[in-house]
């Protein structure tokens, strides 16, 4: 029984190490994810609240290609070494998953207020289409979120790009698609996105940083598992010379 259920664990352990392959690929794709959106939405705020989840989430779906590497080769050969590394490794790895889950939670929680801050500065500081960064990126936001302006499209009319224009309009981004002659001017607002941006960038942050979360939580969950079977195995190396006499290939760890 005690050797049905060490290979069992085996079995689990071989199996949980492919998918931590398979996790590597996942979490370094969250964090490329998280970069490129973080160069469209970088003026509204700090690079700490997405570049740090997403650069401690890249590295950890590294030292999980790492992980399953070293796990496989550890459990085919019955490596009491390579299992307690693996599991040593792993550890480091659920631990700094417990960190991303606490930073993801507390700037998800900053975002909002960092947003609110930052925004109007970014839009007092609007030039025109396709001039500096900062405008290319609210032109971007307001075609990305179909919004227009801070809370509503009025919102430009306080812009110093609005006075020093004299056209009474809007940038073309806030022009809805199915309106071909949209020129932004306030005389047509039904051509204009009505919703304002400012909510719309701080739900898109957020569901940034949910995805960091709950990607952060179930490979944790999954790590917990492999350690748990690499205990199982390691305990029954070291105490059971019947399941060692029944797994040895006549190489000794």
Known sequence: MGQCGVISSKTVLVFLNLIFWAAAGILCYIGAYVFITYDDYDHFFEDIYTLIPAM???????????IGFIGCCATIRESRCGLATFSAV???????????????????????????????????????????????????????????GIHNYSDWMNTQWFTESKNNSVPVSCCKP???????????????YQEGCEVLVVKKLKDIMLYVILAALTFAAIQMLGLLC???????????????????TGIDA
């Open 56 to 66: 401690v989430i890249t590295a950890v779906g590294t030292l999980l290609f790492v």
């Open 90 to 148: 792993l550890l480091l790895v659920f631990a700094t998953e417990v960190v991303v889950v606490v930073l993801g939670y507390i700037y998800r929680a900053k975002v909002e207020a960092v947003v609110n801050h930052s925004i109007q500065k970014v839009y007092d500081e609007y030039k025109g289409p396709n001039t500096d960064a900062p405008s290319r990126a609210i032109d971007y936001v307001q075609r990305q979120l179909h919004c227009c």
């Open 230 to 248: 690499a205990y199982v195995v390691l305990c029954h190396r070291g105490h059971d010379p019947a399941y060692e006499l029944l797994v040895s």
């Open 178 to 192: 199915n309106f071909s002659n949209c020129t932004g001017a306030l005389l047509r607002p039904r051509d204009l």
